[in-house]
């Protein structure tokens, strides 16, 4: 049975529909985070499940009630927002000590289970300390000890790292997945960040314009994308069109307007009908020794970018016809100039097939 379970949940604002009819099972333990652009309807989808926002469809369970009348604190969830919500007048200690003592837990349960929850996330030296003597990340950590602390088995994190600096985010990641797991808790993560997702969950939920787009682990939704959308918000790729000109049972052709024709290893639909051919960029390889059953084009660089690890390469195929690639810097041998001609390549299995979308590429790849 899931832990956690939304029937056809519906919320509107006025004309505004944040959540449409979403369906959602989440087991016990599992680390779940929510991905999707402003808007998308992440926030409104946590609160509706915290009981903190009412929906207007729809039913919700946790562990297997019916908790659609219940209060927040009667769901067994405990909240934790993106500015943490420390009380500042307590100390450290105080505020992670606030959940259990409202429960009216023996206070020597209180100090035994505070105390253990501050050596976890390592701010013992610091339980004297007031919010704005610490540190944004130390902040952070105390909201999440308060929110363990709170005896709760489901924790609701809306953008938990989202005040933190970049490095201190990567850092905070781990450390947020590693509590979650050693206390067997339920986790649901919202987050805009597709690599904050793909690093710390075990599946990821895409959702779009209040509806879900896809659900899946981090390498389902980044190898098997199953829209345009997902493609494009989830590590991005090229994206070529044209009508299909050749169909057989394991393979299909589209040719661009460009005159190039792109083989897929995928069964397409009918002759003519337009498609969408993605291609993540780190699949486009440069001067490749090996492009026998491969799609291969010449081309001269338009531009070549260092970003940290890697190279990214804008290549004109011709016509204005344009593809990206990336290239970890450590297996590049020489840095390819501005100007040069290059073979670029990518395998048929590497390609994803789209129908072409009735509102169009971009509108789409944008979905706002």
């Known amino acids: 049975m899931s832990l956690i379970r939304l029937v056809k949940v519906t919320k509107k604002f006025g004309e505004i529909t944040a959540l449409d009819r979403v369906d959602l099972s989440i087991q016990d333990g599992e680390y779940i985070c929510v991905l999707g652009q402003t808007g998308a309807g992440k926030t409104t989808l946590l609160r509706t499940i915290a009981g903190l926002t009412e929906s207007h469809e729809g039913e919700i369970f946790i562990e297997g009630k019916l908790v659609n009348e219940f209060p927040p604190e009667k769901r067994n969830t405990v909240y934790m927002f993106q500015h943490f919500a420390l009380f500042p007048h307590m100390n450290v200690y105080e505020n992670v000590a606030f959940g259990p003592s409202i429960r009216n837990w023996p206070s020597s349960r209180v100090k035994v289970v505070s105390s253990e929850i501050l050596d976890m996330v390592r701010l013992s030296e610091r339980k004297d300390a007031f919010p704005n003597e610490l540190s944004g990340g130390m902040q952070q950590r105390v909201a999440l000890a308060r929110g363990i602390a709170s005896g709760a088995r489901i924790l609701l994190l809306d953008e938990p790292l989202g005040a933190l600096d970049a490095r201190l985010r990567v850092d905070l990641r781990r450390q947020l997945r590693r509590l979650v797991k050693e206390q067997k808790l339920t986790a649901i993560h919202v987050t805009h960040d597709q690599e904050e997702a793909l690093m710390t969950a075990d599946r990821i939920v895409i959702l779009r314009k209040g509806r879900i787009e896809q659900i899946g682990t981090p390498s389902e939704i980044y190898s098997k994308p199953e829209s345009i959308f997902v493609t494009s918000f989830v590590g991005g790729a090229n994206f070529l069109e044209g009508p299909m000109i050749r169909v057989d049972d394991s393979s299909s052709t589209i040719e661009t307007r460009e005159g190039c024709q792109i083989e897929v290893a995928q069964k397409g639909g009918k002759i003519g009908e337009k498609f969408v051919v993605a291609i993540r ?29 890697f190279m990214r390469y804008k290549i004109n195929l011709g016509n204005n016809l344009a593809i990206f690639s990336e290239v970890l810097t450590s297996t590049s041998q020489n840095i390819i100039k501005e100007g040069e001609t290059v073979t670029t390549s990518f395998h048929p299995k590497r390609c994803h097939l789209f129908p072409y979308p009735k509102a169009g590429l971009l509108k789409e790849i944008e979905a706002i």
Do not use: C, H, Q
């Open 281 to 309: 960029l780190e699949d486009v390889f440069i001067n490749s020794p090996i492009t026998s059953g491969w799609n291969s084009f010449s081309g001269k660089v338009e531009s070549a970018t260092f970003i940290g690890g």
